[in-house]
């Protein structure tokens, strides 16, 4: 069984300013979400921060110590997790207007199809998928509710929703997946200004990437290095999707390390 969630952080709301826009951001603790949370923390975003680890949670939040914080130790395939992350952040902040749906794993990489475990299949589709779906039910929840109504999601997806990458097919099932997820919530929000949207990531500069820089195996069957990008270019470009009105709507955006092999052959 999960304990509590841990929290730590400023916990007065008056020290929010009164119409700061609430976010929560999953996988909070590292990489994309770590760039993302602190995107917004410096743009006079509040937002809890979610993640399996607290003291890679508090380094996050650490990085902009001046940021109206809220870190609630999570894991995202377990519903009750999910549950106290979102009720700990209306709780703190009063509201939702963004989740950044973000956590996510690759699972074993390099493993042929007929040799993937099962478990490993399963904690990729729990984690990336599942989680995905806990946390936007939640969010979709508040902000159906919420006055005034309504809110943003945005779904982290992958180059690999649209083209996989050899011996990847638990990460490459789950990212197709997201994509649907994404355009089912988007259609269903419309009555209730919930906008939703995805940004599908290639090569961003990150922990989980670095094996990039020294090589990845190509479908040629070659192994390659491949550019990768700031992943404070990943930042902005979700700051620009949340902070747009919620009658306009970034359905996918892709933002890629320009000359990957991705567009064409390589």
């Given amino acids: 069984m999960a304990g509590p969630p841990l929290r730590f952080g400023p916990m007065n709301a008056m020290q929010t300013a009164k119409d700061a826009k609430v976010a929560v951001v999953t996988g909070a603790g590292s990489g994309i979400g770590r760039a993302v949370a602190v995107e917004l923390l410096r743009a006079g975003w509040s937002v809890a921060l979610a993640g399996r680890r607290p003291e890679t949670l508090e380094e996050t939040a ?36 963004l989740l950044f749906n973000n956590a996510g794993t690759f699972g074993p990489g390099g493993v042929p199809v007929e040799e993937l475990p099962y478990e490993a299949w399963r904690h990729v589709v729990d984690t990336n998928l599942n989680g995905a779906f806990l946390c936007a039910q939640a969010a979709y929840r ?20 649209h083209t996989p990458r050899p011996l990847s097919v638990a990460y490459t099932a789950t990212k197709h997946a997201l994509t649907g997820l994404t ?23 990150t922990d ?59």
């Fill in 183 to 205: 355009k089912s919530l988007s259609l269903d929000g419309r009555p209730y200004r919930i906008a939703v949207g995805q940004i599908d990531i290639g090569n961003a500069a």
């Fill in 142 to 161: 508040l902000m159906k509710e919420q006055d005034p109504q309504g809110g943003r999601i945005i779904n982290n997806g992958s180059i690999s929703a």
């Fill in 208 to 266: 989980m990437t670095e094996r990039m820089r020294t090589g990845a195996l190509q479908a040629n069957g070659e192994i390659a290095p491949e550019p990768v990008m700031d992943v404070a270019d990943v930042a902005r470009t979700v700051r620009h999707m949340a902070e747009l009105p919620l009658e306009a709507n970034v359905q996918f955006a892709t933002v890629l390390a320009t000359a990957m092999p991705y567009v064409g052959r390589g």
């Fill in 62 to 97: 650490g990085l902009v110590p001046e940021g109206a914080s809220l870190a609630v130790r999570t894991d995202v395939s377990r519903p009750d997790d999910v549950a106290a992350l979102f009720t700990a952040t209306v709780e703190r902040f009063g509201r939702l207007d």
